[in-house]
């Protein structure tokens, strides 16, 4: 599974609270990646960082927050302002942020909003 | 932004028999990657095509970029039960992949 590890993998929050998925990798990817699936559907974007202390929105930003202190970690931070937060949460690194890297995904993370 | 439409959204294949899934996009792609997502887990990557009217086998699966690089295919033969999951395509363009919404595939043993 490419040395990806997310936790927890089911996550509870109650309306109103602010969340943080754990996304680490050792795997020495430049790149990490957050997506969003809802049940039945794809993959959509969410936040990317191809290096350390930089990183851009992807197509579903609004309501998220990233960070990319270190290397082999990339945090997402589910915010009170995301509306619809339920879905599953995939972390995805690669080793570079070019045309032709594979990315490999983690086990992802299921949010649940009570 | 670019878009990658796959079809069907549902295969259900009766064990033994083949099936192919499509993606399609209006505009030329740059390439495309495909990845397969089992009930539950996580997208896996397969394969990747870059070139015009590459074809690339794994085993049972053959991979196809479309001459005008505007599609692409996935076929499987004697499909097992094992082939069950979620086949996405996607674009890599620029920093970033777009993922098409994906084939579902049951299998009827």
């Known amino acids: 599974d490419g040395g990806i590890t997310q936790s927890p993998k089911y996550l509870f929050r109650k309306e109103g609270q602010n969340v943080t998925l754990s996304c680490e990798q050792n795997?020495?990817?430049?790149?990490m990646y957050w997506y969003r699936q809802d049940p039945g559907q794809g993959l959509r974007l969410i936040y990317y960082?191809?290096?350390?202390?930089?990183?851009q929105k992807g197509d579903i930003a609004e309501g998220y927050s990233v960070s990319r202190e270190k290397k082999e970690s990339f945090p997402l931070t589910v915010t009170s302002a995301q509306k619809n937060p339920t879905a599953f949460y995939l972390c995805?690194?690669?080793?570079?942020?070019?045309?032709?890297?594979?990315?490999?995904f983690g086990p992802g993370t299921r949010l649940l909003v009570l | 932004g670019q878009q990658v439409m796959q079809i069907p959204q549902y295969q259900h294949v009766q064990e033994g028999e083949d099936f192919t899934t499509y993606c399609n996009s209006s505009?030329?792609?740059?390439?495309i990657q495909w990845y397969k997502q089992r009930p539950g887990g996580h997208p896996v990557f397969l394969i990747q095509?870059?070139?015009?009217?590459e074809v690339k086998k794994q085993k049972r699966l053959t991979f196809q970029f479309g001459e005008a690089k505007k599609n692409s295919s996935l076929h499987i033969t004697a499909t097992q039960t094992t082939d069950v999951g979620t086949y996405f395509c996607?674009?890599?363009?620029?920093?970033?992949?777009?993922f098409g919404g994906g084939t579902r595939v049951l299998v009827k043993p």
């Open positions: 095509l870059v070139k015009s009217g």
């Open positions: 505009t030329t792609l740059s390439n």
């Open positions: 795997l020495n990817h430049d790149a």
């Open positions: 960082s191809q290096i350390v202390n930089d990183f």
């Open positions: 996607a674009e890599a363009a620029g920093n970033k992949l777009t």
């Open positions: 995805a690194s690669s080793k570079g942020a070019g045309l032709a890297e594979t990315q490999y």
